[in-house]
Nanobody
Framework: QVQFVESGGGLVQSGGSLRLSCVAP????????IAWFRQAPGKAREGVAA????????FYTDSVKGRFTISRDNAKNTVYLQMNSLKPEDTAVYYC????????????????????WGQGTQVTVSS
């Protein structure tokens, strides 16, 4: 059973920063597309960012471009989401998930294309 573990969430003021981490002990994140999703209360799960192992391409949804950065540390088998200039509308539970290493740009934001998920980490941005 593959278990993803997210960490790094918390409470931060508007304009602040957080760095989320995603690990999966015993599972090679290096060879998969890894994405970050978020879900706010009463809203659908939303794809935020993804990094594709095939070529290292990163994808960002429009609302976070220029503020969030996804990266991976292959030696640590960890994927990060650096979040800067946080806004109250970024408040949500953030999840990491694993998908095909060759996932196309049209598919990276669709949760149905990911097979393994973590339990999530809460991010709360106060105004």
């Amino acid at each position: 059973q593959v278990q993803f573990v997210e960490s790094g969430g918390g409470l931060v003021q508007s304009g602040g920063s957080l760095r989320l981490s995603c690990v999966a002990p015993g599972f090679g994140l290096n060879y998969r597309t890894i994405a970050w999703f978020r879900q706010a209360p009463g809203k659908a799960r939303e794809g935020v960012a993804a990094i594709r192992s095939r070529d290292g391409t990163s994808f960002y949804t429009d609302s976070v471009k220029g503020r969030f950065t996804i990266s991976r540390d292959n030696a640590k088998n960890t994927v990060y989401l650096q979040m800067n200039s946080l806004k109250p509308e970024d408040t949500a539970v953030y999840y990491c998930a694993s998908g095909s290493p060759t996932m196309g740009a049209l598919f990276v934001y669709r949760p149905e294309n990911y097979s393994y998920w973590g339990q999530g980490t809460q991010v709360t941005v106060s105004s």
